[in-house]
C-alpha cells in the first residue's frame, strides 16, 4: 500500500473498509478500473513522449485514441489502449520510456502475450450478483476469494510499475503523492518552474522519467478539500472530461483536445488527415446519433444540467420545438456522458407503443419472446445492468399515432411504475414537441411527473450556433474561408421556428461543395446555394423540377401521405405507401429519387422498410409543400381518420362494431368523390367493409319497412271489418231495444195510457224503426196530446202554478 501511487492506495483503502459482500465486490472492480485507467494514462504520456520517435503506422491505435473523441472508455478499454499503445516495443521494450510497462503485456524474450489481460477481464467482468441464501453462503464467500486471489496477484505484478513513484513538482518543494499520504521531500527543489503543479513519475532516485501532465492534473474538486489527482477519461460535455479516482469527481477541460490532436495523433497523421476530412461533419436534416458525438456542439450546458437530472429524478423529459434537435441532444449529448456499463434502448411509441417496447427489449435485451405485458416493469426491474436509459423518442406519437384509449394509459402505467424509484437504476428520457405539452400533462399516471422532470429545449444562442457551424468543420481538419461567415449564417436563422435544422442543412450543403485543395468553406459555395433562406427550398424544387408530370403528381399524393393533420411526421411502410402510390414502375424509381435528395428517410424495423419525412423543418420551410398541405387540409384530416380506424379494426380482428356508419360513413363517401388517390390494402377493405355491411344494412331496413308496411295494411283492414262487424252488432242491438221500446208503448197505449206509451214509441223510432205499426202507434199517442191544454203568454220559464179547487183554471208566473 506504501508503494502503490495514490488513487490506487486510496482505493485499496476503500476496499478495506466495507464488509458487505455486494459492497466489496463493487470495491473490488472500482479498484480494477483505477488500476486500468492509471496504466491507459501512463501508455499515453509515454507516446506522447515519443513523439518524434517513427513507428509503423498502427490503424487499431488510431481508432481507440479516435474513440477518445467520442466518448470515456470502460477498464477493459483501457487496458487494451495501453496493450496498443506497448506493442511496437513488445521486442525493444528498453526503448519505450516505462520499459516495464511493456513486459507487463508481453513476455518479451518470447513477444507473447501475458496474462494481464485474463486477469483484468475477470476482475473487470460484471459483478455477479452474491447471493447468502440456504447452503450458499459458501459459495458466495469462495467467490470473494477468487476475486480476492486475483486482485493480489495483479498487484503483485504491478510491483515494478509501482517503482516509478508518483511526484507533483511544488514552487518550494516536491511532494510524493504515493500510499495515503503525501510526502513533502525536504530539501528538493523545482528545476524547472513550469512544471510545478503537473505530475510526474520518477524513479527510485527521485530522478524524473515521465510526464504526466496535462493527462493527468491535479484540482481541488471542491471548496475545503484537499488537492486530488485528476486523469484524462474521454469526451465530456464541455471539452475533454478528467476524473479523480477513486472517487469520482470531475471537471472538463476545453483546451486539452488542441494537445491531444498535436501530441498523441501524430501517430498515423497521414491516416489520421485523410480519415477526418473525408468525413461527414454536418448531418443535414439527419438526427445526430451516438456515433456522431464528437461532432456535437453547442449544448454543453444543456447536457451538464440534464445529467445532474437524471442523477436526482428517474424521469427526464426533453420538450421543445420542432427543429430544436431533441432526438439530437439524447443521442449525441445525454448518451455518450452516461455512466460507464449503463445500457439504453431507443424507440417510438408509434400506434401501438407497448409493442414497440416489447419489440425492442426482445431484441436489444434479449427478454423473453413471450414477454407479456403485465411482466415488463418486473423484467426490467430483474434486469441484471448496472444501470438502464429507456428513450421514448417522438413521445407526441402516443397522441397522435396511438388511437387506444387503453393502449395509452397502459403504456403510461409502465413509465409511471418504472421511474417511481431510483433505487433501481432505471432511467427513463422522453422527448416531446412542446405544443403537445398540454395533451401529454392530461396523459394518466404521468402527469404529475411530467410537470416535475422536464428539461426545456429552445433554440441556440446566437453563439453556440456559430460554434455548431465552425466546430465540427476544425474537428475534420476544415475552416470558413470568411471568419465573418458563420456570424451571418447564425444571425438569418435567429428567431426562426426551424432555425436548427435550417442551419444543419445549409452547413451539410456548404460541405458539399467545400474547396479540397485549400480545405476551405467558401462564401461563393454559400451564395450558390442561395444563402440559409433559400437552400433547402431550392434543394427540394431542384427535384422537382426533374421530375415528370407523373412523378410530380405522385410526390404529390406521397407527402399528403408522410404528414398528419397535426402537422407532424407520419410512418408508413414502403410496401403501404407503393400501395397507396399505385403505378409501382413510376413510384419505386421515385422513392429512391426523394431518399437520395435526402428529402424522407427509409429505416428498417424488425425487416419491414419504413418511411418518413426527413425533418419537420421540410413542412414550413418549402413553399410549395407548405401549399399542398394547405389545399389538402380537409383530405389529410380524414384520410388520417381513415388510416386510424383502419388499423384500429384489424388489431382488434376486424370486428364490424367498428365499422363506419351513417355520418361518418356519409363524409367518408363525399370525400372520396372529391379524393381521386389511391388508398392502401387495409384502408380499401376497411371503406369496402364499411359500405357492404352498410348496403346490407340497408337491405335489412328495407324488408323491416316492408314487413313492417304490409303488417300495417293487414292490421287496417282488420280493424275495418271488426269495426263494420261492430257497426252491424250495434244496428242488430239497436233494433232489438228498438222494439223493447215499441212494445212497451204498445202496451202502455193498450192500457190507455198514451202520454206513458209517447216517450217509448218515440224512442223506438229513434233507434231507426220505422214500420207502419210504430208510426200508427205514434200517431195515436199525438192524438190524444192534442187534447191537452197548452199555457201560452209566457216568454220565460214558468216557476209557480197554483189551481182553483175544481181544477178547472190555472194561474201561472214566470
Sequence with gaps: LAMTPQPIADAINQLGSNTSATELQQDIKTLSQTIAHYLGVISLACQAKLKNYQKEKNHSLAEVLQKLYRQNLTGQEWILLAKELCSPFSEEPETFPIPELVSLFFDCPNNTPTQIIPLFQKLLAKPITLRIKNNQEGNSFQSLIELFSAIKSLLLLLKPIFQYQLFLPRESHNERWTGTNRVCLIGSKLENKEMANKPLLADANDKPVLSLWPLAQVRIPALGSRLELFSFAGKGAIGAKFVALPYGFEFQDEDFWNWFQEDLLYIDSVTQNTSLSQRQPYPGLSAFTFEDSDLFFGREQEIQVALNKLRRQALLAIVGPSGAGKSSFVQAGIIPNLPQGWRTITFRPGSSPIISLKLKLIRELKLSQDLASGNIVHELQSFNAEGLVIIVDQFEEIITLCDSEQKRELFCKILAELTNSLEQNIRVIITLRDDFLVKAKALPFLGEQLTQSLEILTTPSASDLIRILVEPAKYVLYQFEDHMLPK?????????????????????????????????????????????????????????????????????????????????????????LLQILGDQSIAEPLIEKIVIARLVSVSKVDGIEKIEIIHEALLSSWPRLVNWLHEDIDVIRLRDQLQSAARQWQDRGKPKGLLWRDEALTEYELWRNRYSGNLSNLEQAFAQASLFESTRNKKRQQLVIALIMSSLVIGVMVLFWQRQEAAKNAREANIQVGKLYEEQGRQELLAQHPNRALPYLSKAYSSGNNSASLRFMLAQSLKELDKVKVLIGHNDWVTMASFNKDNSKVLTAS
Excluded: C
Design 488 to 576: 451571418e449564417i447564425a444571425e438569418s436563422v435567429i428567431g426562426k421556428p426551424s432555425a436548427l435544422p435550417l442551419l444543419a442543412f445549409t452547413a451539410a450543403k456548404l460541405w458539399q461543395l467545400r474547396d479540397l485543395q485549400t480545405k476551405r468553406l467558401t462564401r461563393k459555395a454559400y451564395l450558390s446555394i442561395g444563402g440559409v433562406g433559400g437552400a433547402l427550398a431550392s434543394h427540394a424544387e431542384l427535384l422537382v423540377k426533374e421530375l415528370s408530370l407523373a412523378e410530380q403528381k405522385l410526390l404529390r399524393e406521397m407527402f399528403r401521405r408522410l404528414v398528419t393533420s397535426e402537422g407532424t411526421k407520419a410512418v408508413l411502410n414502403k410496401n403501404e
